[in-house]
């Protein structure tokens, strides 16, 4: 009788380890999950940030290009002003060669 007690004793504090670990194991599972969660939205931000960034280095880009063409415009014309014997042709903004004379 003795050891019967102390047996079901023993089994009833293994099968409350037992249900504590299924619960650790679930709340590590939920975890898991909120973790995975917030890996993809990291990534889905990146994503978005690297998207950003390269539509502001090409605004970057159009704007030094229109202040680059700006200035060989302004001094092309101070220059051309003063001499009739030059014709001064402006370059067209959607043409990617006249782009190129921009830059350089």
């Given amino acids: 009788d003795e050891e019967r007690l102390q047996c079901n004793e023993c089994l ?6 037992k249900l504590s670990c299924i619960q650790s194991i679930q709340y590590l599972i939920e ?7 917030c890996i993809t939205d990291l990534k889905s931000t990146k994503i978005h940030a690297q998207e950003i960034n ?4 090409e605004l970057n880009q159009i704007s030094w290009l229109k202040l680059c063409c700006s200035k060989k415009k302004t001094h092309s014309l101070e220059i051309n002003l003063h001499d009739d014997n030059h014709l001064l042709i402006l370059p067209f903004l959607n043409d990617q060669s006249n782009l190129n004379n921009c830059i350089s």
């Fill in 31 to 37: 975890q898991q999950r909120e973790i995975d969660e």
């Fill in 12 to 17: 009833k504090k293994l099968y409350q380890t």
């Fill in 54 to 57: 390269e539509k502001i280095s």
